[in-house]
């Protein structure tokens, strides 16, 4: 099993320009996650999904958008990239909600946006 | 507001020592708490949960304790090695959620 896989692992974008993070999970979970992460503040929740074809928005939605078509699947897209939205993305996974709510990370996207 | 804290510093310690890392936390009221471990450009790993009705919960050389008075976690590994050298993050629920908040983490360095 490959576990969860992020594309890309690097990618630098110029502002105002587009992209999607794929995220992907062979573990048959049903939660998926994407967070960031910022040197100081930790793991911040963006968007989730709790199934395919269901999003719910985190701590830090604004300039995002996602997509889970499939269940193994969740997509997070950035319509207009920021300097601020620079950052470490991770995406993540679990099973539903069941004791001990393990997550399962995947590598990470280092996004740079100049 | 609800907050997590955990040292910002590096806890250098000597090879074979236990190291004791602290999770704090404000405006919560937890039914679980999670560590992880979390190496350079990787993504986070789980270690152990634990419930807010257990004192303490072993795994190998690690120990976490949850103390619900005090609204803190510790989290001990002992006979430490150079290879425990990473980020530890504490994460907790927000009562009714089985998403967890994440603390900032704190970096343990085991110097041989």
């Known amino acids: 099993n490959a576990g969860v896989t992020q594309t890309p692992k690097f990618r630098v974008l110029k502002t105002g320009q587009s992209m999607t993070l794929l995220c992907a999970q062979d573990?048959?979970?049903?939660?998926m996650y994407w967070y960031r992460q910022d040197p100081g503040m930790g793991l911040r929740l963006i968007h989730y999904?709790?199934?395919?074809?269901?999003?719910a928005k985190g701590e830090v939605p604004d300039g995002y958008n996602v997509s889970r078509l499939k269940k193994q699947n969740f997509l997070l897209g950035l319509e207009s990239a920021a300097p601020s939205q620079t950052s470490v993305y991770f995406c993540?996974?679990?099973?539903?909600?069941?004791?001990?709510?393990?997550?399962?990370f995947g590598p990470g996207t280092r996004l740079t946006v100049t | 507001s609800q907050k997590i804290e955990q040292n910002s510093e590096a806890l250098n310690i000597q090879e074979g020592k236990t190291a004791t890392l602290t999770c704090n936390y404000t405006n919560y009221s937890p039914a679980y708490l999670q560590w992880y471990r979390q190496d350079p450009g990787r993504g986070p790993v789980f270690l152990l949960l634990i419930r807010e009705n257990e004192k303490e919960k072993r795994k190998e050389r690690l120990k976490v304790t949850f103390d619900t008075t005090l609204k803190q976690s510790l989290f001990h590994i002992t006979a430490s090695q150079p290879a425990d050298s990473a980020t530890y993050l504490c994460a907790l629920d927000g009562r009714g959620s089985y998403i967890p908040t994440f603390g900032r983490g704190t970096s343990l360095i085991v110097h041989p």
């Open positions: 993540a996974s679990s099973y539903e909600a069941v004791l001990p709510y393990e997550q399962y």
């Open positions: 999904s709790v199934g395919e074809g269901t999003t």
């Open positions: 573990m048959n979970h049903e939660y």
